[in-house]
């Protein structure tokens, strides 16, 4: 069985450089967000004092979608569930529709900085 490390390193050895960027952006987003609001709820009664009506059931979700050149696939669901006055935010992180804890966000986000400090291995000529 593969650990987390290897399992991304295996999943971003077939990225491109230019797919790499767009998910160290997202993922840092995204583990901003996991950050505060994991597995979080509260009540706001803002609505309340404005005077308008509070949505009774409302669900937002935000996937993100990640496939490798080998048919790896990261998918990553942030959802937000508003019922009357309480709010809910919940992560889930697929990984070849396996699902995963949200420490394979934090695993990525290591190796992707990793890869970008890394210096460039140059040959040299004689």
């Known amino acids: ?17 230019k797919e790499r960027v767009a998910l160290h952006n997202e993922l840092l987003a995204v583990n901003q ?15 309340l004092k404005k005077g308008s009506r509070p949505h009774y059931l409302e669900e937002r979700k935000r996937v993100l979608q990640y496939r ?3 048919n790896e696939e ?8 508003q019922h009357l006055f ?7 992180v697929y990984f070849d529709l396996v699902e995963m804890d949200a420490v394979f966000i934090d695993v990525l986000l290591e190796r992707l900085q990793a890869l970008q400090s ?4 140059t040959p040299k000529l004689a």
């Open 1 to 17: 069985m593969w650990s987390l490390k290897e399992r991304a390193d295996h999943f971003l050895a077939h990225l491109t450089d």
């Open 33 to 47: 967000i996991v950050a505060l609001n994991q597995q979080t709820s509260f009540y706001a009664f803002g609505l």
């Open 68 to 70: 490798n050149g080998v």
């Open 74 to 81: 990261l998918i990553i669901h942030q959802i937000h569930r």
């Open 86 to 92: 309480k709010h809910i935010y919940s992560f889930r």
């Open 118 to 121: 890394a210096p460039l291995w």
